[in-house]
């Protein structure tokens, strides 16, 4: 089963689709946003809603692990994922969609594993699942590859920390992709993010406003829908990846 986790403007995805049920799961962490079970033409799928329906959870206050354990309760297997991101490269405007294959996680008061009480190294040589990559990459128009720079927020970033960013080698600022990807990879599940480029990160442009950036998403929301059906059609049933066997090897007995 493939889930969607949908950031700010993917909402419109369960329209598209028929509604099965919606439902709010209770995990050992917490309850889950409200998730609803959709078919779109012959897919069945998980539609859940990041910051939950109404953006009223800021990106530094999402219970990530409640979200991937709910999902994986619910027995999904692959995440498409859809964030938001600030551009670090002039020549990737904003409404460009990115598809990363690698992060900088530079998040500080965020749980970010489900092994506090196991000894868990869980391998990140392949950051996102290459498959699921993959079929984004042929579902639409996306750039191929990037290094995604999660921070915590909620405030935007300062023109040294953009600097430091460029530096290290990003491409894209954001606040959402950590530890989503890593709590999804350590549940054994595939996952990969399409992110949406709403502006350039500060000091590249003027100022950051979060009216600028509504804007472009709105412009971009039937393109990213799109984007995501498509993927969701062309997702193999059987998996080609490593990402189900994360744990294996990953584990100090
Ligand atoms: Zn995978």
Do not use: W
């Amino acid at each position: 089963m493939l889930a969607v986790i949908g950031g700010t403007g993917v909402y419109r995805l369960v329209e598209q689709g028929e509604e099965r049920e919606t439902m709010i799961i209770n995990t050992p962490y917490g309850e889950s946003p409200q998730i609803t079970r959709l078919v779109l033409d012959d897919s069945e799928l998980f539609f859940m809603p990041r910051h939950h329906a109404g953006h009223d959870n800021p990106p530094h206050r999402i219970n990530y692990r409640a979200n991937l354990c709910a999902l994986k309760q619910l027995g999904v297997k692959r995440i498409l994922a859809t964030n938001a991101v600030g551009s670090l490269d002039e020549k990737l405007e904003p409404g460009t969609f990115l598809v990363p294959d690698d992060f900088l996680d530079f998040t500080h008061h965020r749980p970010v594993t489900f092994y506090d009480q196991r000894t868990v190294h869980v391998d990140f040589t392949q950051p996102y699942c290459p498959q699921l990559r993959k079929v984004i990459l042929e579902s639409g128009e996306a750039v191929d590859g990037g290094v995604y720079v999660c921070v915590e927020g909620p405030r935007f970033e300062t023109p040294a920390e953009i600097r430091m960013f460029r530096q290290l080698g990003g491409t894209v600022v954001g606040m959402t992709g950590l530890p989503e990807a890593v709590l999804a990879r350590e549940l054994s599940m595939c996952y990969a993010s399409v992110c949406m480029i709403s502006n350039y990160a500060a000091s590249i442009q003027d100022k950051v406003t979060i009216d600028e950036v509504f804007q472009i998403m709105d412009g971009k929301k039937k393109e990213l829908t799109d984007l995501l059906i498509e993927s969701i059609h062309k997702t193999p049933q059987n998996s080609d990846c490593h990402c189900e066997q994360a744990l294996q090897g990953a584990e100090i007995e």
